[in-house]
């Protein structure tokens, strides 16, 4: 049998590395907004030969208006990604034209435009969906939960399922925050979707533990204590608890390495999501309760 | 029963033969190339009560420009953001996007012509009456209300000259109106009209009335449009991007069944084939309802491929807990999949609520993914539950005969 109440503090402190490490770097770094929160232009074209992004920009650069211009190649080479500022459609012509005389073949693959009045409004609306989710989620667990209230109270379960759902919401967070800083990966509003799928993801797998320590409560009726009821729990419901979301995160590796390189990212912000779900379903939330029922033990339950 | 309803749906949602040819799938304009264009429209000069019927007629004319780029489908639709109302324009496989660009951008052009003679000899001489000269068009009622629906028109002061001399040059002649060169209306001159102001009236239905005013309105333009978003995919790019999600789709499901039936042996068999109806029924709706799949639409439906089988994980590890209790293998997978639903329903139910919300606070990409993700936790609740269920009952009574 697992004894996570056992060695709560060893797995408790890997989480709080973990989210501390993540929250370090949120504040730290933060996130580098992509255009759709900043407003601007993403166009990704192919050029035969594959020369250098070097003189892919020095050539965009050279362009009235687009001295800021950033390019990134792609896949070796397959194609780059040139970022700048918004512009109008004459301006987008211009670029248009003197690519296509400096490199013969030149192909435009995408072309994406983001205004000042739209970005504002994806900005608003992400963070409405997260308000929405955040409390769609928190009513469900009340819910959930309602009936459950020994030896902890049922809002002590939803509390610990909040817990663990920043905790897998934090470290995916993180981790785009340091690529964003080592190798200028954006954000956008994929990753805020991301983000929200993995918290409903991670509510899954802390339901099913808790759901279990809540009938074994009920069976027991007492004859054993709390910390054996939930490393019981936490062990018979380990078999599913990691394979609902090992079955997942086999789709998320091969869309992640297989999938089109425009939701890498996304994949990304997922599959690190899911993971640290398993591990705080399993590692955090279980020992979390344990702990808030140490902390309120009377005496003469000894 | 299930089984053949699955072979049905197989054939419906191939691509090619049977099912491509009474349906065929309705594909983003992310995947098979195409653009998505958002134009903010400039109302400012524009009294309240009118906005509505400027808007429309603005939408009017887009639509029929794009048209004429012969794109399958194309929408145009107006929508609100932040106050501000904005024409949408989604023009799947364009080849030239640049050229529709430059199009839609055009001031929309009423001109006004003279006709003559008639039948297969009809001309239409130029005038210089244009829609510059129109101040605003409206519906109204003839007698105050007990006739039907007419159109009035306001001219300026130069075009209410214009107008003048024009309709005492033509009086019981035609007059034609031209849309961007295309006939809309010719109506007859009945006498000369002076002071501004003219009627046209004819057996309109309110809409044809209505239709005209936003007519007349878009060519007076009093709401110049800007493109303010504007997202462009080449078809290379977009079926590059189709391609490699069906690749990651296939191996994911690969994956996600090798690994179901080694880990737990007959039952995962039985759940792979489950889950193998569950993608052929949930593309089966998604052609019916139908859903128009994105790039990020197919991107949640692979998620769901790994999310299905969780159902059946979480009832596979129920009866091997029956079992361990020494229920017999018929009884404990009864008990199995009673006593796991309240778990698959709770933990289903929190995506759920992430996909609803998703859906209805975002816009066009992240919808389709967060539709694929709800209509494929539904059925993959049903799937689950029934298909698998049935496999197992179906395999039980063959092996007590046997």
């Keep these: 049998m697992l004894n996570v109440t056992g060695k709560k503090y060893i797995y408790l402190t890997i989480a709080a590395i973990l989210v501390g490490s993540s929250l370090a770097a949120i504040t730290t770094w933060g996130f580098k907004p992509g255009i759709d929160f900043t407003g601007g232009t993403m166009w990704q074209i192919s050029i035969p030969g594959s020369p250098s992004a070097d003189i892919v920009a020095q050539t965009v650069s050279s362009i ?136 409903g993801f991670s509510v899954h797998d802390t339901i099913v533990v808790f759901d279990r320590i809540r009938e074994n409560l009920i069976l027991d009726r007492g004859r054993h204590t709390f910390a054996e009821t939930i490393n019981r729990s936490v062990t018979q419901t380990l078999a599913r608890s990691i394979n609902t979301s090992l079955t997942l995160v086999f789709v998320l590796v091969a869309l992640y390495f297989a999938g089109p390189a425009s939701l890498k990212y996304f994949m990304l912000t997922l599959l690190v999501g899911t993971i640290t779900g398993i591990y705080s379903s399993v590692f955090v939330a279980s020992p979390l309760l344990h702990l808030a029922e140490g902390s309120k033990k009377s005496p003469v339950k000894k | 029963m299930i089984l053949l309803a699955a072979i049905v749906a197989g054939f419906f949602v191939s691509p090619v033969g049977f099912g491509g040819k009474v349906r065929p799938w309705k594909l983003g304009l992310d995947l098979i190339g195409g653009a998505h264009l958002t134009y903010n429209v400039d109302l400012s000069q524009v009294p309240d009560a009118d906005r509505n019927l400027v808007v429309n007629g603005l939408r009017d004319v887009i639509e029929r420009r794009v048209n004429n780029f012969g794109v399958a489908e194309p929408q145009v639709y107006s929508a609100q953001a932040q106050g501000q109302t904005q024409l949408v324009v989604e023009l799947a496989g364009v080849k030239d ?164 039936i080694f880990y737990y042996g007959w039952f995962g068999a039985v759940a792979s084939a489950a889950l193998l109806i569950y993608i052929i029924f949930s593309l089966a709706i998604f052609k019916l309802v139908p859903v128009t799949m994105t790039l990020a639409g197919v991107a949640g439906f692979i998620l769901t491929i790994g999310m299905a089988v969780d159902a059946n994980i979480l009832i596979f590890e129920r009866i091997k807990e029956e079992k361990q209790r020494g229920l017999t293998k018929t009884s404990s997978v009864e008990e ?12 289903n139910t929190s995506t759920i609520i992430t996909a609803l919300i998703l859906y209805y606070f975002t816009s066009s990409f992240v919808r389709g993914f967060a539709l694929t ?20 009952q179906v395999t039980e009574k063959i092996e007590n005969n046997a």
């Excluded at chain 2, 493109?227 to 590059?240: C, F, K, R, Y």
């Design chain 1, 64 to 199: 009235k208006g687009f001295e800021d211009a950033k390019v990134t190649a792609q896949d070796n080479g397959a194609s780059y990604m040139i970022r700048f500022k918004e512009t109008d459609e004459n301006g987008h012509n211009t670029l248009k034209a003197e690519l296509a005389s400096k490199f013969p073949g030149f192909q435009e693959l995408s072309y994406q435009s983001i205004g000042p009045s739209v970005s504002a409004e994806l900005k608003k609306n992400s963070y409405t969906a997260i308000v929405l989710v955040l409390l769609g989620i928190s009513l469900y667990i009340a819910f959930a939960f309602r009936q459950v209230s020994r030896p902890v109270s049922s809002w002590t379960y939803g509390f610990i399922t909040l817990v663990s759902l920043f905790h897998d919401v934090a470290v995916p967070a993180g981790l785009l925050s340091v690529l964003g800083h080592l190798k200028g990966v954006e954000i956008d509003t994929n990753f805020i979707v991301a983000l929200l799928v993995v918290m």
């Design chain 2, 336 to 347: 199995g999949f009673r006593r796991a639903w309240n778990s698959i329903r709770d933990s």
């Design chain 2, 97 to 260: 996007i640049g050229a529709a660009i430059a199009q839609i951008g055009e001031t929309p052009f009423l001109e006004f012509k003279e006709v003559q003679g008639e039948g297969t000899s009809t001309q239409y001489l130029p005038t210089d009456l244009n829609g510059r000269f129109i101040k605003s068009a409206q519906v109204s009622f003839a007698n105050s209300g007990v006739g039907g629906p007419q159109v009035s028109i306001v001219f300026n002061d130069e075009g209410a000259k214009k107008f003048e001399e024009l309709t005492a040059r033509n009086i019981n002649k035609p007059l034609a109106i031209f849309l961007d060169g295309q006939l809309i209306e010719a109506p007859t001159v009945q006498e000369k009209i002076t002071g501004g102001s003219a009627v046209i009236t004819g057996r309109f239905s309110l809409n044809e009335a209505r239709t005209l005013a936003e007519r007349f309105n878009a060519g007076a333009l009093p709401a110049p449009i800007t493109l303010v978003n504007q997202q462009t995919i080449s078809p290379a790019l977009g079926a590059d991007s189709l391609h490699k999600a069906i690749v990651a789709g296939l191996a994911g499901t690969l994956i996600v069944m090798i690994f179901m």
């Design chain 2, 373 to 392: 993700l709800l209509l494929g936790v539904l059925v993959s609740l049903f799937s689950a539950i029934t298909t698998t269920r049935l496999f197992l």
